[in-house]
């Protein structure tokens, strides 16, 4: 009797791992990011959180310097990315950190890369969600620009040229 509770708990404690592991999945979505030349410049992971979505990128490649890091409103990343579209807005608020009008739920701060091209960065936007919005019909983008954001030039922060971009996919 002793040994079928046991393997009843097993059997249980495996169920819930495999549910938790699952749910983790789905809460989780990646970027591949690739430069114009197709080779790849990192990943960034897209993690749900109760306050927003968490983005982990882990970038190579890169020049060094600042850079526009946003969401674009579509999952189409052809040279020289312009396919990518404008950033994810469902909200149709104006572009940027500091509008009176803004944010995009794409606008996010600009990275910075050091001299050595790679870069390890975490960014918290609390106006984006792994939901159906992100995830319709076209898809979206993360795309990394030649310049910074000036986190207030309508449509796009004056970010200047797309540099990099992965499509989100679950």
Known sequence: MRIAKFFGLLAGAALVTAMLQTADAAEQARAAMANAEGESVGEVVLSQTPHGTLLHARLTGLPPGAHAFHVHAVGKCEPPFKSAGGHFNP???????????????????????????????EVLNTFLTLDGSLFDDDGAAIVIHAGPDDYKTDPAGAAGPRIACGVIAR
């Open 91 to 121: 909200d149709g608020k104006k572009h940027g950190i500091l509008a009176e009008d803004g944010v995009h739920a794409g606008d996010m701060p600009n990275i910075h890369v050091p001299e050595s091209g790679a870069l390890e960065v």
